[in-house]
């Protein structure tokens, strides 16, 4: 492994003295990124590269999940790994049928000898009166059901009723409020509640601590998300199922990459650490784990970057090259961490399909709902197989009915269009109405259809930055934007992966630079930011970047100083992004393989577990005790890195930097080889 934290210090190129050098990367990622039905780097504003006279090299990336290790860092610094599997639930001792006979002849004995404490049963007989409050002592004692009388409109006296009921009857009845406000009662055959004391008790460890051993309760549960192939938001989704909650009971920092190994932490409130826990014994491609009270949630961006750890399959040198894997990779860390990459929206950002993302967020922008509703129909080149059908017989016939019925599960924004369309009758031409439309576009979830105009703020920021380097390089200049100082971090816009969690994050200002603070040092090239278009951001001062802005949206029939729309979920305020991001800790080592499927690096389940039989003397394979596995050998070359990443970065986008290949779905970098 080489390390590289201590890149030399060298002057910045400039970079209209590598057109030639520029000029064949160029064609050589056009010529490999796809057959002409992908969208490319290109089309979504991706064009330039900190570094062009870097060799770089071929490879694929994520050809197995298990090849993309993501961990996220918290907001101390600290990078979340899996160090356990939750804990050891004690068993309860069984009791013989002999044991249970003679427990529960007892419990009857004692019901039929019981007396309602006196101040308790007046306080009942105040509010039921006293013959509901006798059939209630009955059913108690004989097992048997009854409903009040009275009914009982008010909520808060409700709730006194059950409260009063559970603790006259120790916990031993069921109480249910009927439609008419009326209470059904009846007797548990267990005690359903305990008093807090012995509830306390019960889940004391060895050394006396309550929560098995986690300490005091406190509103909210943080625990380590360990994932596997899988979204945020599906994991998420699957946990609160089990749970019985709703899905915004669990929050996160942010979203992780599906094709991937991810860790990350998690917060839950009004829920026992123990049904946590539990869940583990169910989950597939999940781990919970690391449980631990706090007083707050998590809420979007409480996190400092994320570390990666990636596989780079199948490396191959370009053709003209004349120096060593080696020497390309040494060089072209030493690059990344002393002058950083372009900080690009990722590929991710703009979907898979043959029609990007963005080009929906502009229709849906200028409240165009019927194009909108079209291209996310589309029969495409590139979209889920099992979906051309429907997608044919939308093309032919505008049947909603039927391309609904043929439309897979997985395609939510399709189903949710046709689904509403299905309903509605069409006007006189044969067409569905404007308002018909409109509703159907509304009916798709929230995070997936406010993901398309993002994508466009996304192509726009995108376009911008790349004019920014291609006119000024890394250099400063005045007027460039800055977060101000009254701000503590950036608005962590973009995630990893291409969902996006669409609660309130933490916004910031900025303003523009001096000449003088230029002059003084100041800022570096990795402090400057450009806005994405919005109604609540400044543009750069410098009228040539504004201007853009103008120019690329006018194209559009958009004004980027008019961003306000009548839909809320469409009227965007904009946010900042750091043009230049530079990755910390980076490490990389060559690796050589025989088989496609060979594991080249651990995951932390896979330590963990090997760690575990070490310290318990149990067999356990050495090789799994660190992330890097040792060399396999053979006539395949890998290479591996090592890095960690601010917030709003994408890891394709470094990699791209370094390696010079599209990174876009059939590009070098992403054509996967099973």
């Known amino acids: 492994m080489s390390p590289t934290t201590n890149p030399s210090k060298r002057p910045i190129e400039e970079l209209s003295n590598t057109e030639t050098d520029a000029k064949r990367i160029k064609n050589e990622n056009a010529a490999s990124s796809s057959s002409g039905n992908g969208v490319s780097e290109s089309d979504v504003g991706i064009t330039h590269y900190l570094t062009p006279k870097n060799p770089g090299f071929a490879g694929q990336i994520k050809q197995r999940y298990s090849d993309f290790l993501v961990n996220e860092i918290d907001l101390e610094g600290n990078v979340v790994y899996l160090k356990d599997r939750g804990f050891k639930m004690p068993r309860k001792p069984q009791q013989s049928a002999e044991e249970l006979k003679t427990q529960q002849e007892s419990d009857t004995l004692k019901r039929q000898g019981f007396e309602v404490n006196p101040e308790l049963r007046k306080s009942l007989v105040e509010i039921l009166g006293e013959s509901d409050v006798s059939k209630i002592e009955d059913v108690y004692r004989q097992a048997q059901k009854m409903e009040t009388e009275k009914s009982f409109e008010d909520k808060i006296e409700r709730t006194k009723i059950h409260q009063l009921l559970r603790e006259a009857f120790n916990n031993e009845l069921e109480s249910v409020t009927t439609e008419d406000n009326t209470f059904k009662i009846a007797r548990s055959n267990r005690k359903t509640r305990m008093d807090k004391k012995t509830f306390i008790d019960q889940t004391k460890d060895a050394n006396g601590v309550e929560n098995w051993g986690y300490g005091p309760a406190k509103d909210f549960i943080h625990f380590t998300l360990y994932k596997e192939n899988k979204d945020t938001m599906d994991a998420i989704n699957i946990i609160t ?68 750890v990636l596989v780079i399959r199948d490396v191959k040198l370009h053709p003209e090259t004349n120096v060593s894997l080696e020497k390309i990779l040494k060089e072209g860390c030493e690059s990344l961490l002393s002058k950083g990459f372009v900080n690009y929206f990722g590929m991710q950002r703009f979907g898979t399909f043959s029609i990007s993302t963005h080009v929906v967020g502009k229709e849906l922008l200028l409240d165009n709902w019927k194009n909108a509703a079209e291209l996310i129909l589309s029969d495409q080149d590139n979209v889920l197989p099992t979906s051309k059908e429907a997608r044919q017989v939308w093309r032919e016939t505008r049947d909603a009915c039927v391309a609904l019925k043929k439309m897979p599960r997985q395609c939510v924004a399709e189903n949710a269009i046709l689904q509403h369309l299905a309903t509605q009758a069409k006007g006189d031409g044969g067409e569905y109405s404007s308002n018909a439309y409109y509703t159907a576009v509304m009916k798709i979830p929230r995070n997936l259809r406010t993901m398309y105009v993002h994508a466009y703020q996304s192509f726009v920021w995108n376009a911008v930055a790349s004019k920014r380097i291609e006119l000024y390089g890394l250099n400063l200049i005045e ?47 990795e402090d400057i930011v450009l806005p ?40 965007l305020a904009g946010s900042y992004r750091n043009v230049i991001q530079k990755p910390t800790s980076m490490v990389y080592k060559i ?24 310290d318990n003397c149990q067999k356990y394979m050495k090789e799994k005790l660190e992330r890097f596995t040792t060399d396999k050998g053979g006539d395949f070359t890998a290479v591996v890195l090592k890095f960690q990443l601010g917030v709003s970065a994408y890891a394709t986008m470094l990699l791209r930097e370094l390696m010079k290949v599209e990174s876009s779905r059939r590009g070098d970098m992403c054509d996967v080889k099973i």
């Open 479 to 525: 007027g460039d934007l800055v977060i101000s100082e009254t701000n503590e971090t950036p608005d962590p816009l973009a995630e990893d992966e291409f969902d996006e969690d669409l609660r309130e994050a933490k916004f910031v200002r900025a303003r523009p630079i001096t000449q003088e603070e230029i002059d003084a040092g100041k800022f570096k090239s």
């Open 241 to 308: 199922k089990y749970l019985r909650l709703p899905s915004r009971a669990v929050r996160s920092a942010g979203t992780k990459d599906r094709r991937a190994v991810t860790c990350q932490r998690l917060s839950v409130s009004r829920i026992g650490v123990d049904r946590l826990n539990a869940l583990n014994k169910g989950l597939r491609g999940m781990v919970l784990g690391g449980f631990k009270f706090e007083d707050r949630s998590l809420s979007l961006g409480d996190l400092k970057g994320n570390e990666f």
């Open 532 to 571: 994405t278009p919005g109604f609540d951001v400044i543009y750069p001062p410098n009228q040539k970047l504004s201007d853009l802005y103008v120019e690329i949206m006018k194209k559009d029939g958009m004004d980027p100083h008019n961003m306000k729309r009548k839909v809320r979920d469409f009227s």
């Open 591 to 614: 690796m050589h393989y025989s088989s496609p499927t060979q594991q080249l690096v651990n995951t932390d389940l896979e330590i963990l577990h090997n760690q575990r039989a070490k």
